[in-house]
């Protein structure tokens, strides 16, 4: 066995880490506690398992009055485009998640000029299409409800800082991981290069003899 053709299995081992790095996924629980007069991002995460099946996702976002039983539509994010159904909403509703992709995992929005009327429930779905082969498909759906709280001034909660701690946390475990295996990687190929080696220079040895 040549250097090269090790060389380049090992190149392609850490691009493929690489890749899985990059599309790593943490599912967090949303903030909270919002302040007047001022933006606030509408949490929701929906991490895929199974990262080597191809997916299309499309999100739904619906918004329940404290005073009211039903929710009603408030914003629809597909096929790259969003739309603001609810007019209390209007001109005020950003799309902050996955972008240049059918594959959405992030369906986080934006709220600008926050109000006080804004305080309530909101409930994000994600409505997830597998797609296994071309005639083989299953259909998932994700919800996610929590309320909202609107404050003059804000007030940040410990659950809402250890939630962004674990966030870190995770992403820095992952790394550590990511180096550990490449290392292990590594020395795997350079000891199986080394044997290959000696075995080639020990044939070499046996027909200089005959």
Known sequence: ????????LLLLLLA????????ACVELEPDTEAVANEGFKLGCISCKMRSEVRAVASVNWSFKDPDKNDFSPMYRYSDGAGVIMDERFADRLNWRGSKKTKDLQDGSIYITNVTFQDKGTYLCTFSRKLIYTETFHLE?????EFVMNVVPRLTRSLASILSEVMMYVSIIGLQVWL??????CYRKIAAAGEEALRESASRRSSRWLL
């Open 1 to 8: 066995m040549s250097a090269a053709p090790e060389h380049l």
């Open 16 to 23: 493929l880490l690489v890749l899985q790095a990059n599309g």
């Open 140 to 144: 998932r759906e994700y919800k996610k």
């Open 179 to 184: 180096v550990v295996e490449m290392i292990y």
